[in-house]
């Protein structure tokens, strides 16, 4: 039942632009569903519209997306259902996953985070709360989640991710 609907959902998506060449995705052999990516789609925006995976199934399901999701490219097919998978729960703000876990979409993989905190769409949790629950600073904040960027601006934890709060 769930693999017939995905693949209407699946089916329903707009048309490559003529003339547009999308690379062949690597999708595993149990893939029972596939979804092309629409133009200007995120990891988010692809869980949002299926609502029974999570974004760390989909990057299990399609590595060459990356934990960042930055690998996710318009017009190219991703598997978005495999044999024996049984949706758990959607990912919500507050939600903390350890590196072992690979929660996706991180801002930032630091090699060195030993745990990561979700900041849903809304933006909750608040930024000042993030860090208070946490008992970090925002520069060690910085440092974990944007190490190429001065670690004394002030930047901003992204909505729909996971950051680093806390790190070796």
């Known amino acids: 039942m769930l693999a017939s ?19 062949q995705a690597q ?14 789609e995120n990891c988010g925006t692809i ?9 760390t199934e989909l990057f299990l399901w399609n ?6 999701c930055l690998g996710l490219r318009a017009y190219v097919p991703v598997c978005i259902n495999v044999s024996g998978y049984k949706f758990n729960k959607a990912v919500a703000a507050g939600d903390r996953r350890t590196p072992d876990s690979i929660p996706v979409p991180v801002q930032t993989v630091v090699p060195q985070c030993t745990l990561y905190e979700y900041v ?3 933006g ?11 008992n970090i600073t925002q520069y060690q904040w910085n440092q974990w989640n944007e190490p190429n960027s001065d670690p004394n601006d002030n930047i901003p934890n992204l909505a729909g991710y996971f950051s680093c709060v806390k790190a070796k």
Do not use: H, M, W
């Open 124 to 134: 909750l949790p608040r930024f000042g709360a993030l860090l208070r629950q946490n």
């Open 63 to 68: 590595p060459e997306i990356r934990q960042t």
């Open 27 to 40: 999708l595993p052999p149990d893939c029972l569903a596939t979804y092309t990516v629409d133009l200007g």
């Open 5 to 23: 609907a995905l693949s209407v959902a699946a089916r329903s998506i707009v048309p490559q632009p003529a003339g547009l060449q999308a690379r």
């Open 120 to 122: 849903d769409k809304a």
């Open 47 to 55: 869980v949002s519209r299926f609502n029974n995976f999570t974004a």
